[in-house]
């Protein structure tokens, strides 16, 4: 008995469980678990946990060690503060990722025409071939300006939108007497 291997943890591979009763057995169990370690985790560091989910019938369950639509108010707050820090600071880091690009591809550039007059030099006449490294760098650097748009947008959308709801007009007053 003394040299019996033990098994330890074992490992299984993680897919969707078949059968729908053994399925929802296995959400209702884990559900409890789930929320037991959010309470233990919440009591422990004195955090503000908050747990949801849907049952695989669509039921929505939650845990909160407040209430759960506190939490996603603060979640959502420091989310769009978060949001407006990004975009004043990187108001800058958009130029500047866009500055090093622009560095970037003036060097591919001056790569390319050296490639080419020394193609030109060595082979006469005959047609330039393709550079497929420079075609996928310079297809990197046009997803990059791309996704650097789009934040830039982003962030201009999100900027709009504050300006909108500090400007709403405060109700008048009615002082006539």
Do not use: W
Not at 33 to 46: R, S
Not at 101 to 117: A, D, S, Y
């Amino acid at each position: 008995m003394e040299n019996e291997a033990k098994k330890g943890k074992q490992k299984f591979e993680m897919k969707i469980i078949e059968s729908e009763r053994a399925r929802t057995v296995s959400f209702s169990k884990r559900k409890k678990t789930l929320f037991e370690d959010a309470k233990k985790f919440a009591t422990q560091t004195g955090a503000d946990v908050g747990v949801m989910l849907f049952s695989p019938g669509g039921k929505p369950c939650s845990y909160g060690s407040t209430s759960i639509e506190e939490i996603i108010e603060n979640f959502l707050k420091v989310k769009l503060e978060d949001r407006q820090r990004d975009y004043v600071e990187g108001k800058s880091n958009g130029f500047e990722a866009l500055e090093d690009l622009h560095k970037e591809l003036q060097t591919c550039n001056e790569k390319e025409k050296k490639r080419v007059l020394m193609h030109k030099i060595l082979h006469p006449g005959s047609e330039i071939p393709r550079d497929k490294h420079m075609e996928d760098q310079k297809l990197a650097m046009k997803l990059r300006v791309e996704k650097i748009i789009k934040e830039t947008q982003n962030s201009i959308l999100v900027e709009h939108l504050k300006f909108d709801l500090n400007v709403a007009p405060e109700p008048e007053d009615e002082e006539e007497s």
